[in-house]
């Protein structure tokens, strides 16, 4: 019933930044989390950071200190900055919204390539 509409990947060279943002609209319920999850070719689908609706953030390894999640006023909206961009952090970028009930809510995926 929630519809996540995301934002701002692109190209970006090594040592680059980018600011992902996702919107949500539609009947939302319970709504326990909202974050980002990357996939990239040949790769599981990995958890980059999340946020809950208390808005207490956490972080994936190896985007700590490099990535920053964050809500806007109306908790419908999450942001990503990531900054010093590396060429390992090229995927596909998925927002996901998560309930209390369980279910996981997906995004269309924006594509983000790190690269010289």
């Known amino acids: 019933q929630a519809q996540l509409v995301e934002s701002g990947g692109g190209l970006v060279q090594p040592g680059g930044s980018l600011r992902l943002s996702c919107a949500a609209s539609?009947?939302?319920?319970?709504?326990?989390?909202m974050g980002w999850y990357r996939q990239a070719p040949g790769k599981q689908r990995e958890l980059v950071a999340v946020i809950t609706t208390m808005g207490l953030p956490n972080y994936a390894d190896p985007v700590k200190g490099r990535f920053t999640i964050s809500r806007d006023n109306a908790k419908n909206t999450v942001h990503l900055q990531m900054n010093n961009l590396k060429p390992e952090d090229t995927a596909i970028y998925y927002c996901?919204?998560?309930?209390?009930?369980?279910?996981?809510?997906w995004g269309q995926g924006t594509q983000v390539t790190v690269s010289s």
């Open positions: 539609g009947s939302i319920f319970s709504i326990y989390r």
């Open positions: 996901f919204l998560g309930t209390l009930a369980g279910s996981d809510y």
